[in-house]
């Protein structure tokens, strides 16, 4: 899915259904019913590749690209983006066009061109902008450097060297404390140069361990068929 914003604030142009759309929503009728058992039908269930899909965002990326500016791009799910096509509107399209109108059109542009592209059909969720999320954009953009992102928050570092600790009235500092952080960051050096799974306690050679597969996942997930998750 990818989440349009555009320029201008028509507060009238979209509009949401009554919250109790659903009680008034008729029975599905017995072509209804055909037409989603014909699709059910020609469904197939295919093993999770997130290598291949990793792939795929990558080339719907760079076909969003041709339609605004990396900078305007927030791409923070696999499958999920943002794209602010405030400076793009009126590049594609006549100033004299309403926003809403030019929204409308270079999104389904953007659809055809990532189907076009990679075979995948596309949803867009359109919205105009406002000043409160402009205001969050700006502060976004001054301090995101690029990667995913799952959650948001303030917070204040660098304020003092590492060697100053904080401990809890319960805690002491002592020496052995001192040395296992030392292990730890030497541990962390050897995986990061020679893989995740270089060094490994004992118990993750246990049958019950799930060490060993999980490290073949991405993110969690089979990186292509079920390897990691059985």
Same mark, same amino acid.
């Given at each position: 899915?990818? %989440?349009?914003?555009? #320029?201008?604030?028509?507060?009238?142009? @979209?509009?949401?259904?009554?919250?109790? *759309? &659903?009680?008034?929503?008729?029975?599905?009728?017995?072509?209804?019913?055909?037409?989603?058992?014909? *699709?059910?039908?020609?469904?197939?269930?295919?093993?999770?590749?997130? /290598?291949? @899909?990793?792939?795929?965002?990558? +080339?719907?990326?760079?076909?969003?690209?041709?339609? #605004?500016?990396?900078?305007?791009?927030?791409?923070?799910?696999?499958?999920?983006?943002?794209?602010? &096509?405030?400076?793009?509107?009126?590049?594609?399209?006549?100033?004299?066009?309403?926003?809403?109108?030019?929204?409308?059109?270079?999104?389904?542009?953007?659809?055809?061109?990532? &189907?076009?592209?990679?075979?995948?059909?596309?949803?867009?969720?359109?919205?105009?902008?406002?000043?409160?999320?402009?205001?969050?954009?700006?502060?976004?953009?001054?301090? @995101?450097?690029?990667?995913? %992102?799952?959650?948001?928050?303030?917070?204040?570092?660098?304020?003092?060297? +590492?060697? !100053?600790? &904080?401990?809890?009235?319960?805690?002491?500092?002592?020496?052995?404390?001192?040395?296992?952080? !030392?292990?730890?960051?030497?541990?962390?050096?050897?995986?990061?140069?020679?893989?995740?799974?270089?060094?490994?306690?004992?118990? /993750?050679?246990?049958?019950? /361990?799930?060490?060993?597969?999980?490290?073949?996942?991405?993110?969690?997930?089979?990186?292509?068929?079920?390897?990691?998750?059985?």
């Amino acid at each position: 899915m990818v %989440v349009i914003r555009g #320029a201008l604030n028509y507060s009238n142009y @979209y509009r949401t259904a009554p919250r109790d *759309w &659903l009680n008034k929503v008729a029975p599905p009728s017995i072509s209804d019913v055909a037409f989603i058992e014909s *699709w059910a039908k020609r469904t197939k269930i295919v093993q999770p590749r997130m /290598s291949k @899909y990793i792939e795929k965002n990558i +080339e719907i990326q760079h076909v969003i690209q041709n339609f #605004a500016s990396p900078e305007d791009i927030f791409w923070y799910s696999i499958d999920e983006g943002f794209v602010d &096509l405030t400076s793009s509107l009126n590049y594609f399209y006549d100033k004299s066009l309403p926003a809403e109108v030019k929204l409308d059109k270079l999104s389904r542009k953007i659809q055809l061109a990532i &189907l076009k592209k990679t075979g995948i059909y596309s949803t867009v969720g359109m919205s105009i902008g406002n000043p409160l999320s402009d205001h969050i954009l700006s502060l976004f953009r001054s301090g @995101y450097s690029g990667g995913s %992102v799952r959650r948001i928050g303030v917070s204040f570092g660098g304020l003092c060297t +590492e060697e !100053v600790k &904080l401990i809890s009235l319960f805690d002491t500092f002592d020496k052995k404390v001192a040395n296992t952080e !030392v292990l730890q960051g030497a541990i962390d050096e050897i995986r990061s140069q020679y893989g995740f799974l270089a060094l490994q306690k004992a118990t /993750s050679l246990l049958d019950g /361990s799930r060490v060993v597969a999980r490290s073949k996942l991405v993110g969690g997930h089979s990186a292509g068929g079920l390897d990691g998750l059985t």
